[in-house]
Nanobody
Framework: QVQLVESGGGLVQPGGSLRLSCAAS????????MGWYRQAPGKQRELVAR???????YYADSVKGRFTISRDNAKNTVYLQMNSLRSEDTAVYYC?????????????WGQGTQVTVSS
């Protein structure tokens, strides 16, 4: 059973930065595209950023230019650097592997990491 463990969340002021990490067991990370998702209270989970096995990236319009996704296959870890944070970025952030054909996440969700942007 592959496990995903997200970390790095916290409380930050508007305009601040955080770097999230997602550690995956086994070789799942190196073999698949990986995505960061978030779910705010009362809202559906949404895709924030995705990175292919080759390093190609996709960002939701709401985070483009502020967030950067990266991966370190040797460490089985994917990162999300978040800059210029806004209150609307407040959410629980999750990572998951993404099927190439469907673009959908396919692993059991981890516990996520809470990001709260507030003054």
């Amino acid at each position: 059973q592959v496990q995903l463990v997200e970390s790095g969340g916290g409380l930050v002021q508007p305009g601040g930065s955080l770097r999230l990490s997602c550690a995956a067991s086994g070789s799942i990370l190196s073999a698949n595209a990986m995505g960061w998702y978030r779910q705010a209270p009362g809202k559906q989970r949404e895709l924030v950023a995705r990175i292919s096995t080759g390093g190609n990236t996709y960002y939701a319009d709401s985070v483009k230019g502020r967030f950067t996704i990266s991966r370190d296959n040797a460490k089985n870890t994917v990162y999300l650097q978040m800059n210029s944070l806004r209150s609307e970025d407040t959410a629980v952030y999750y990572c998951n592997a993404v099927r190439a054909l469907t673009g959908r996440p396919f692993l059991d969700w981890g516990q996520g990491t809470q990001v709260t942007v507030s003054s």
